[in-house]
């Protein structure tokens, strides 16, 4: 008789224990890599960048259309900048540093050893699928961790992709990519990592706290917030409106540092709006002034008629 099959949720949920364990295992025998290995897993991750045409369609396909330029500057360009930076400094972020040490404690010295956490776990959201995936994977890994990966669901051609390019280029006791729903990413939260990347929604994010904390894991919480853009008097509408449009607009506006309203003086509220809106037009010639006006509610909900002078 056959032994009884796990269905797909317990099958992916004991996969990410296995993993884990793996990592757990491989963190206890080498707690300290050298900066040569460190910078080689920077190397292979960086190589995952090369080919950018099927990251660009995979974007495309998720988001229903992404400019191919987007994708390499918001991408791909911030991912490998932060991948080289941390390659070429990872052997200075590792020295030991020497501090002041209270007379009181004389002749005793004291040192900074800065030292891998072990296992961390990254939570990805959908907005910048590459980016805010594996931005937090080359900080992980400059720092000599092992790391499991957790992708968003609503990005599913983009999140495949992450799992098989890490796959190819990673044991699963270095770097892996976990794929599922909402209920394999409570239970990716709910493991005992050493520190949780997590980027999302303040909602979403008192849930991943809470099993975090069941566990006394530290996190680093990435959650957007509020960005104001102020305007003086005498600012220069012209040269200021595009630059605040390209920020607002940037990825349709799914970014979490995008402006969210701006601060004019109650003098300047009417010439601000037809500046955004000529900037507008030029950012984005094929679309019609009719549907940037509908999509960015114009006259803008967000211009706060300041009683500055």
């Not at 080689?40 to 396909?61: G, K, S």
């Not at 360009?77 to 040490?101: D, F, H, Q």
């Not at 992708?151 to 999140?159: G, I, N, Q, R, V």
């Not at 009417?270 to 002034?289: C, G, M």
Request: hydrophobic content about 45%.
């Amino acid at each position: 008789m056959n032994a009884p099959r796990e269905d797909a949720p317990t099958a992916a949920l004991s996969g990410i224990a296995r993993i884990f364990d793996a990592q757990r295992a491989a963190y206890a025998r080498d707690p300290y890599p050298a900066a040569a290995a460190r910078r080689e897993r920077l190397t292979r991750l960086m190589a995952l960048l090369e080919d950018e045409q099927p990251w660009i369609d995979a974007i495309d396909r998720d988001f229903g259309h992404r400019s191919a330029h987007e994708t390499r500057l918001a991408e791909l360009y911030v991912v490998g900048a932060e991948a080289r930076l941390a390659r070429r400094r990872v052997a200075r972020w590792m020295r030991p540093r020497r501090v002041a040490t209270p007379l009181r404690l004389w002749p005793g010295v004291a040192r900074i050893l800065p030292q891998p956490c072990g296992v961390v776990g990254v939570i990805s959201p959908w907005n910048y699928p590459v980016q805010l995936a594996l931005a937090p994977v080359v900080a992980a890994l400059a720092a000599g961790n092992r790391v499991m990966l957790k992708p968003s669901e609503l990005t599913p051609a983009t999140s495949a992709l992450l799992a098989q390019r890490i796959g190819e280029r990673f044991a699963d006791d270095e770097l892996a990519v976990v794929l599922g729903d909402a209920h394999v990413g409570e239970a990716f939260s709910r493991l005992p990592f050493d520190h949780l990347f997590f980027t999302d929604s303040t909602p979403v994010r008192r849930q991943v706290a809470v099993a975090a904390a069941e566990n006394l894991t530290p996190v680093t919480l990435e959650l957007g917030g509020k960005s104001p853009a102020l305007f003086d008097a005498d600012a220069d509408l012209d040269a200021l409106a595009p630059r605040l449009m390209a920020g607002k607009l940037l990825n349709a506006g799914q970014t979490c540092i995008a402006p969210d309203y701006a601060l004019v003086p109650q003098a300047r509220v009417d010439a601000f709006v037809e500046a955004a809106k000529r900037a507008t037009a030029r950012l984005y010639p094929d679309a019609t002034h009719h549907c940037f006006a509908w999509r960015l509610g114009w006259p803008p909900r967000g211009v706060v008629r300041s009683p500055l002078p």
